[in-house]
């Protein structure tokens, strides 16, 4: 008995069912984009479904010209295989989304050290687990977007660098049932896993050692609307506190992790006239940008001005002068978070991790 051939799976279109002919009515009522079947679209291509997944996916079974057709039947219906199921249904899905939100304030970039330091961990991590890594950037106003290469079924859940100012964004996905684990802090009501330092300790040791040092008029650098320096923030407050010291505003420079807004923000200062004697940078890169600018403005580092940054990434300790800083727990963050994820997609309710940080003293606060 003759095989049938292949071509009868493309039965050609019903008038109806050509691109752009199809009748409203003939999409299911109330369904939306994300809930669109394979059926859906078959049926409005007049061909059955194995011939539209052949044609979704590049089969050279079907013939070019049905290939184009549902692909654009499929694009016009924001329509997408479902990646994930695929490769559930084949047992090969093991990517995991590495979300860096881009915060148009800041313009932060991905080849920031710290990006790049917390990126090689969770690589190590993921790769230790048999897992690939998907990295992408989100605009940090809508964190939302991460979750779309979990919708899409690129990725089995997702990694978040950072909550940045929309924590209710995220606790949204969370609600929704979407893995995520974000590096960050720990915040009240929160309903999707953290893993994060300790940013209260840390902001508490910097300011601590300064005062030890003798600094008495110490400069805050960081933007405590993000929930991590706001930790780091009231940790310097604290610190001062307990020294008897006044904390005063105008050494409060709220400026967002950008090297060009504080070197405008230190030069402002000394400009000012304001008399300060030691810098806590909420990150080693504005740190390093407040030495420079310092020693170019006429003051020396540490002798006049002692400075802390903070995240101890390579640069620091190579940095002129070797740069005082909290080191964050990186190597590990990248296990803790890999493993919080693994465990959410295996149906556990994972509680936030906040890691130890260290106060690593260099020659940019030894008198």
Known sequence: ???????????????????????????????????????????LAGVSVATVSRALNGSTEVSLATRERIGELARSLNYSINVSAKNLR??????????IPFDARSRQHVSDPFFLAMLGSLADALTERG?????????????????????????????????????????????????????????????????????????????????EQGCKRIVFMGDPELPEVALRYQGYLQALAQAGLTADAALQLAVPFDANQARAAIT??????????????CSDVLAMVSVQTLRALGHSVPAQVAVVGYDDVEWASHADPPL???RQPIAAAGIEIVDALLETLGGKQVPARTLAVELIVRASTRA
């Open 268 to 281: 402002r200062l000394v400009e000012a006239g304001a008399e300060f004697d030691a810098v806590f940078a």
């Open 324 to 326: 005082t800083t909290v």
């Open 131 to 211: 897992y690939d890594m998907l990295v992408s950037r989100v605009d940090a106003e809508n964190l939302e977007a991460a979750a779309q290469a979990y919708d899409t079924g690129m990725a089995i859940g997702v990694i978040l660098i950072g909550q940045w100012r929309h924590h209710d964004h995220l606790n949204r996905l969370a609600a929704r049932r979407v893995p995520i684990v974000v590096w960050g802090a720990q915040l009240p009501q929160q309903l999707y896993c953290s893993v994060g330092g300790d940013n209260l300790a840390g902001g508490l040791a910097a300011t601590r050692h300064l005062v």
């Open 1 to 43: 008995m003759a095989r049938p051939s292949r071509k009868k799976l493309e039965a050609a279109p019903s008038p109806d069912s050509t691109l752009g002919a199809a009748p409203a009515a003939a999409v299911p009522a109330g369904a939306d984009h994300q809930r669109l079947q394979m059926a859906d679209v078959a049926r």
């Open 90 to 99: 084949l047992g090969h899905n093991r990517t995991v989304a590495v979300v």
